[in-house]
């Protein structure tokens, strides 16, 4: 059982480059949300999905991108990569009609120059 | 919006001290309370978790009373362990059935043997 998986791991991109961060999970969850965490400020959500083709922004959503195709996977795109994004990235699931557990993935630390 | 406020750190203590991290709320409604940890290059976790006013969350050790007059949510353990030493998370999710976590930004705990 591999829970959630995130790849890359670590990335170095130039202002301007574009990239896809990967989550996948294999624990059928409906919930799917991305959050970035910077020192000082915690984590912060980006963009999350309650079910596939549904998708809705968080609190900091702007120069993401995301997908949901499948319940599995759930993609967050970078189109033009600028040195605010530098950060560590989490990927996080959960079952949809409970309030309750997040299950993380071990993070992808994004630097960009 | 809603938020957590968490105690700044870094905490240090030494091994079999008593801990306590301070956590205070501000929310719309009646959150579910969280504590999540984070051990060193690993994803968040979560400690444990009160779903109404004056429930009491525990786990390997560590406690949290959900206070409602307080707007409170401290986490305590009575002895700590070098083990210990991680960044601890205090997160409020509201009641309308999905996971949108508002985390605080995070205390981190140092025990020394």
């Known amino acids: 059982n591999a829970g959630v998986t995130q790849t890359p791991k670590f990335q170095v991109l130039k202002t301007g480059q574009s990239m896809t961060l990967q989550c996948a999970q294999d624990?059928?969850?409906?919930?799917m949300s991305w959050y970035r965490q910077d020192p000082g400020m915690g984590l912060r959500l980006i963009h999350y999905?309650?079910?596939?083709?549904?998708?809705d922004q968080g609190e900091v959503p702007n120069g993401y991108n995301v997908s949901r195709s499948t319940t599995e996977d759930f993609p967050l795109r970078l189109l033009s990569a600028a040195p605010s994004q530098t950060s560590v990235y989490f990927c996080?699931?959960?079952?949809?009609?409970?309030?309750?557990?997040?299950?993380f993935g071990e993070g992808s630390r994004l630097t960009v120059l | 919006g809603d938020s957590v406020t968490q105690m700044e750190g870094p905490v240090t203590l030494s091994e079999e001290a008593f801990l306590t991290i301070n956590c205070t709320y501000t929310?719309?409604?009646?959150?579910?309370l969280f504590w999540y940890v984070q051990y060193p290059g690993e994803g968040l976790q979560l400690l444990l978790k009160?779903?109404?006013?004056?429930d009491k969350g525990s786990n390997k050790g560590f406690e949290a009373t959900y206070r409602k007059e307080t707007t409170s949510f401290h986490l305590e353990k009575g002895s700590v362990q070098v083990s210990d030493s991680a960044v601890y998370f205090c997160?409020?999710?509201?009641?309308?059935?999905?996971?949108?976590?508002?985390f605080g930004t995070g205390t981190r705990l140092l025990v020394s043997p």
């Open positions: 009160a779903t109404k006013a004056d």
């Open positions: 999905s309650v079910g596939a083709g549904i998708t």
């Open positions: 624990m059928n969850h409906e919930y």
């Open positions: 996080a699931s959960g079952r949809g009609q409970s309030t309750g557990e997040l299950f």
């Open positions: 997160a409020l999710s509201d009641r309308k059935g999905f996971q949108k976590l508002v």
């Open positions: 929310a719309t409604g009646y959150p579910s």
